[in-house]
């Protein structure tokens, strides 16, 4: 098995340029999505947040069965088949989503292609998650693999929010051309990367004399306090990241008066997001992955709460102070719990002989988006029930139901999970460090 210090630079980037258009796509659909479709069509916002929950509810059949899949298929290589799986899926459902056919536009619409666009993310998130703790199975190597898949990450959200800014600016703020430029930056990202990933990323032959247990036979690892601490952490991290993302639209406009530049100010978020990750990369390597994650939460928490303070300077110096700080914020979360379950797979991997990567990652994704729905599922229905309409004029009970869901569920989730972290004791790379296993 080629590990992360023997993968060449070609290698490297081709592996992580599939991760430029992959996140980008749900961020697209869960910060364009629900006003687009909630403004421009008429749909109920708490309508739209409840066929994002449905959806992620779905996620708990398909997504071990498709990690499933990726540890158990016959493929001559293991993971780089299911991007190409992924891709005509992934073009029809886009198109369809952002590009939208406006007669059909209802609530079955919605949930259609939205179910499609998270079927394609999800064979190939899993699929690519697992592909790298293959490639790399050192802790030290791992994480900074997936600290330059995050980079990848980041850099395509960035692409994507910064073709929208340059839409708001020539196109005066219309909700149906910025849809189009994220879509259209979109599906040209995947077409590029499936290209590049599939003609020069390292995917060695499958292991034809591996011995494949049944699921039940890992009951211990997959309900270990350290892998139920990773399934917690991803859901809570989305959760608060998400519960804030839904309504971030809506807090510029509303609370800072900024709807117009909110484009602009993404793209200020994920430059930012881009320094960051540079710097919690340079962090695990010095503190360990466990450490490096209960500093960032902190830092996070401390961020999500200086909202309070920076919409009563309400200008538009102090929007995008808030945005750049948090964007620093961005990126240490997924990246850490990606390493640390790659860690952990490989780590039983090697004691017991049998793949657990597919569906160490399929579980993990599962509760990555269980977040994702439940954040959508809460957050938009209770921000309209305390009485924001984003139809109306903002009411003060309205504005006091935008400020708390920004900053209250942020922040209860970010602190959960550095007392998780902690409690559990997730540095699985500082444990290996020292010789020691639990």
């Given at each position: 098995?080629?590990?992360?210090a ?7 980037f ?16 869960l ?7 909630s403004q ?31 540890d158990?298929s ?25 590009f939208?056919?406006?007669?059909l ?15 394609a ?25 997936f600290?330059l ?16 800014a ?8 219309a909700?149906?051309?910025?849809a189009a430029?994220?879509?259209g930056?979109?599906?040209?990202m ?12 390292p995917?060695?032959n ?6 494949h247990e ?12 350290r892998f ?10 989305n959760?608060?990241l998400?519960?804030?993302?839904v ?9 800072f ?13 994920f430059?930012?997001?881009w ?9 695990a ?29 309400g ?11 948090s ?20 780590r ?5 002989g049998d793949c657990v990567?597919?569906?160490s ?5 599962f ?10 599922g ?16 903002l009411?003060q009970a ?38 020691s296993?639990?």
């Amino acid at each position: 098995m080629e590990d992360r210090a023997q993968l060449s630079r070609l290698g490297t980037f081709a592996y992580c340029f599939y991760a430029v258009p992959l996140t980008a796509v749900t961020a697209a659909a869960l910060a364009i999505v629900p006003p687009y479709y909630s403004q421009n069509f008429g749909l109920p916002l708490a309508q739209v947040g409840f066929i994002l929950f449905i959806i992620r509810l779905l996620d708990a059949v398909t997504d071990p069965l498709i990690g499933f899949a990726v540890d158990r298929s016959k493929f001559r290589q293991q993971h780089k088949p299911w991007i190409f799986i992924a891709f005509p899926i992934f073009i029809c459902s886009l198109s369809l989503l952002l590009f939208p056919i406006q007669s059909l536009i209802g609530p079955v619409y919605l949930f259609l292609t939205l179910m499609l666009t998270y079927l394609a993310y999800t064979i190939a998130l899993i699929a690519h998650q697992a592909w790298g703790a293959a490639l790399a199975t050192s802790p030290a190597h791992l994480s900074r693999l997936f600290g330059l898949r995050e980079i990848g990450v980041v850099f395509g959200i960035l692409g994507t929010f910064a073709m929208t800014a340059l839409a708001e600016q020539f196109s005066g703020g219309a909700l149906s051309v910025k849809a189009a430029a994220a879509g259209g930056f979109i599906i040209a990202m995947i077409i590029v990367a499936t290209v590049i990933t599939g003609l020069f990323a390292p995917d060695p032959n499958r292991n034809t004399n591996q011995v494949h247990e049944p699921y039940s036979k890992h009951r211990a690892y997959l309900l270990s306090p350290r892998f139920l601490g990773l399934c917690a952490a991803a859901l809570l991290y989305n959760f608060g990241l998400v519960a804030g993302s839904v309504v971030s639209y809506f807090v510029a406009d509303r609370l800072f008066g900024m709807g117009g530049r909110f484009a602009l100010g993404q793209v200020a978020y994920f430059a930012a997001a881009w320094v960051g990750m540079i710097c919690w990369i340079r962090m695990a390597a010095r503190l360990g992955d466990g450490r490096t994650l209960i500093i960032g939460c902190g830092y996070t928490v401390a961020v999500f709460a200086s909202l309070l303070l920076w919409v009563q300077v309400g200008s538009a110096f102090a929007f995008f102070a808030y945005m750049v700080l948090s964007g620093i914020a961005f990126g240490v979360g997924p990246y850490l719990v990606r390493a640390l379950t790659g860690a952990l797979a490989n780590r039983h991997e090697a004691g017991s002989g049998d793949c657990v990567r597919g569906i160490s990652y399929s579980v993990v994704t599962f509760f990555d988006k269980l977040g994702t729905g439940m954040a959508a599922g809460v957050a938009l229905p209770l921000v309209a029930w305390l009485g924001f309409d984003p139809a109306k004029t903002l009411t003060q009970a309205g504005r006091t139901a935008l400020l708390g869901t920004a900053v209250a569920f942020p922040v209860l989730a970010f602190g959960l999970i550095a007392l998780i972290t902690w409690l559990v004791g997730l540095g699985v790379r500082d444990d290996a460090r020292a010789g020691s296993a639990r």
